[in-house]
Antibody, heavy 119, light 107 residues
Framework: EVQLVQSGAEVKKPGESLKISCKGS????????IGWVRQMPGKGLEWMGI????????RYSPSFQGQVTISTDKSISTAYLQWSSLKASDTAVYYC????????????WGQGTLVTVSS | DIQMTQSPSSVSASVGDRVTIACRAS??????LAWYQQKPGKAPKLLIY???SLQSGVPSRFSGSGSGTDFTLTISNLQPEDFATFFC?????????FGGGTKVEIK
């Protein structure tokens, strides 16, 4: 079964750093893109960026460029999304998903990671 | 970025009804459109890709149509498990963008 399993919920303070993960299984991890999508509380879906684990080629949505870093460790079939300095406005659920192209649809998705940033 | 506009934002319907959701792109996207279903507290699930192709395992009561700028998701014979929020997504240019969502509620 093709599956993405994300790391657990996080509660952080403004200014702290964070790295969440997305582990793939059941498929050739290095031959598909992994995209990240944000969903703020009660809101819609926002595409953040995408990475190709085979060569770590990464593309960011302009809205998220410089705000987050997407990376991968193909030796453990895991992609990451990280922040160096969190803000309260980063409070959201973050999803990863498998894509066949940088602009394509995602399927399947991970279960989501809730990040809460509060002082 | 390409803007995706869904309508209506919410719809009330009964089990057995036929529901139609519209999605309009701010510029032509050929058939590069996907539809997702999201239930509360769950990740989105891909229903339709390439505007009208049904993803494996998705019931045939879901169908998609359209090309260019105007697209439609139709749910025929609405079932209790179909009450959810639906999103469209353009997949032709980077960054991909989503519609604002349509919540299908129980009448």
């Amino acid at each position: 079964e093709v599956q993405l399993v994300q790391s657990g919920a996080e509660v952080k303070k403004p200014g702290e750093s964070l790295k969440i993960s997305c582990k793939g299984s059941g498929y050739a991890f290095t031959t598909y893109w992994i995209g990240w999508v944000r969903q703020m509380p009660g809101k819609g879906l926002e595409w953040m960026g995408i990475i190709y684990p085979g060569d770590s080629k990464t593309r960011y949505s302009p809205s998220f460029q410089g705000q987050v870093t997407i990376s991968t460790d193909k030796s453990i079939s895991t992609a990451y999304l990280q922040w160096s300095s969190l803000k309260a406005s980063d409070t959201a659920v973050y999803y990863c998903g498998i894509g066949v192209a940088p602009s394509g649809w995602l399927d399947p998705w991970g279960q989501g990671t809730l990040v809460t940033v509060s002082s | 970025d390409i803007q995706m506009t869904q309508s209506p934002s919410s719809v009330s319907a009964s089990v057995g009804d036929r529901v139609t959701i519209a999605c309009r792109a701010s510029q032509g996207i050929s058939s590069w459109l996907a539809w997702y279903q999201q239930k509360p507290g769950k990740a989105p699930k891909l229903l339709i890709y390439a505007a009208s192709s049904l993803q494996s395992g998705v019931p045939s009561r879901f169908s998609g149509s359209g090309s260019g700028t105007d697209f439609t998701l139709t749910i025929s014979n609405l079932q209790p498990e179909d009450f959810a929020t639906f999103f469209c997504q353009q997949a032709i240019s980077f960054p991909p963008t989503f519609g604002g969502g349509t919540k299908v509620e129980i009448k």
